[in-house]
């Protein structure tokens, strides 16, 4: 091929490039940018969630009526949260153990007794 058979097929080539990229409509990536976008946020909302447990800082003897003074609030990653877990000290406050809870334990609606 010579020089100008080249620069002929360089320039078609560029040519057919161009046109393509012209097919994809830029609205239609804007769209697909901005699905992505709140896709990612709201995963990351899940990611970042907390929530409130109720934790024991003393131990609670079986039987015992649940003092405020036993108890503490803390957060935790929601995805770590047990399902029967209590979230409010205020549930709690006044009602007994069903069973010994120990310092440093999550509280859950087990360990409750039924309220009365």
């Known amino acids: 091929m010579n020089q100008n058979s080249w620069q002929v097929l360089i320039a078609v080539s560029t040519l057919a490039i161009v046109g393509l990229s012209g097919c994809i ?3 239609k990536i804007n769209d697909q940018k901005k699905l992505y976008e709140a896709r990612q ?12 447990i109720v934790y024991a800082i003393k ?7 649940i003092k405020v003074e036993a108890l503490e609030e803390r957060e935790m990653d929601k995805s ?12 709690i406050v006044g009602r007994k153990a069903n069973r010994d809870v120990s310092a440093r334990q999550i509280i859950s609606q087990d360990d409750l007794a039924p309220a009365q």
């Open 41 to 52: 946020a709201e995963l990351d909302a899940k990611t970042n969630a907390r929530s409130t």
């Open 80 to 91: 770590k949260v047990p399902e029967d877990a209590v979230t409010s000290m205020s549930l």
């Open 59 to 65: 131990d609670i003897p079986r039987g015992a009526i």
């Open 25 to 27: 409509p830029i609205d």
